[in-house]
């Protein structure tokens, strides 16, 4: 079964752009979560979508956001770049909610 | 709010030599605690779940154990393969809340 997979893998953008980031979850899986990772915070929830719905959501400010389509592939978009945005994006399903979860293998951004 | 904490933060060791790594946690209404394995610029791998306390988990070098306040991974006889950073994270009502993870490095 092939993994999850994301992207672009690398990406560097300017402050006050914006960005999108793609996600392909395992095959099956219905439930897509997005994380931050920084060498500061460690990895931070984003937001967790099943069938198309945002089910939770973490701390983060609006310009966060995301969505998920009808084939479970989910999408991420930073809206006004930030340089403390840099970091990687890490996406993880699971087959059902409070099971394991399987990550990708992130999108690294650098905001310049 | 739910809360992970391991220790130690980076710890050293030569190869064959066992250990244990901790994760403390306060959580309301525990749905499951995972370890993760993480190599520098790849995404978390998966280890294991445990569900209730009292519950241990094997996989090869690895053993992982589970009380009602905290997680143990130990590793017996480990291998420089096994230099990694490894996450501990409990699954809460809501999200899944990770620790800022334990650095692991075996000298050959």
């Known amino acids: 079964k092939a993994g999850v997979t994301q992207t672009p893998r690398y990406l560097i953008k300017t402050r006050g752009q914006q960005v999108t980031l793609s996600c392909s979850p395992i095959?099956?899986?219905?439930?897509v979560s997005w994380y931050q990772q920084t060498p500061g915070q460690g990895l931070q929830f984003l937001f967790e979508?099943?069938?198309?719905?945002?089910?939770n959501k973490g701390n983060f400010p609006g310009r966060f956001s995301g969505r998920q389509f009808s084939n479970s592939r989910s999408e991420m978009n930073v809206s006004t770049l930030e340089l403390g945005d840099s970091a990687l994006y890490l996406c993880?399903?699971?087959?059902?909610?409070?099971?394991?979860?399987?990550f990708g293998p992130g999108t690294r951004l650098t905001v310049t | 709010e739910d809360q992970v904490t391991q220790s130690p933060e980076a710890l050293r060791l030569q190869e064959g030599e066992s250990s244990s790594l901790n994760c403390s946690y306060t959580?309301?209404?525990?749905?499951?605690l995972f370890w993760y394995r993480q190599d520098p610029g790849k995404g978390p791998e998966f280890l294991f779940t445990?569900?209730?306390a009292g519950e241990e988990k094997e996989k090869e070098r690895l053993k992982a154990t589970l009380t009602k306040k905290e997680s143990f991974l130990h590793i017996t006889a480990p291998k420089p393969e096994d230099s990694a950073t490894y996450l501990c994270?409990?699954?809460?009502?809501?999200?899944?809340?990770f620790g800022q993870g334990t650095r692991l490095t075996i000298n050959p």
């Open positions: 993880a399903s699971s087959a059902e909610f409070r099971e394991e979860q399987y």
């Open positions: 095959s099956g899986h219905r439930s």
């Open positions: 979508y099943f069938s198309e719905t945002q089910r």
């Open positions: 959580v309301s209404g525990l749905r499951g």
């Open positions: 445990l569900y209730s």
């Open positions: 994270a409990v699954q809460g009502a809501q999200k899944l809340v």
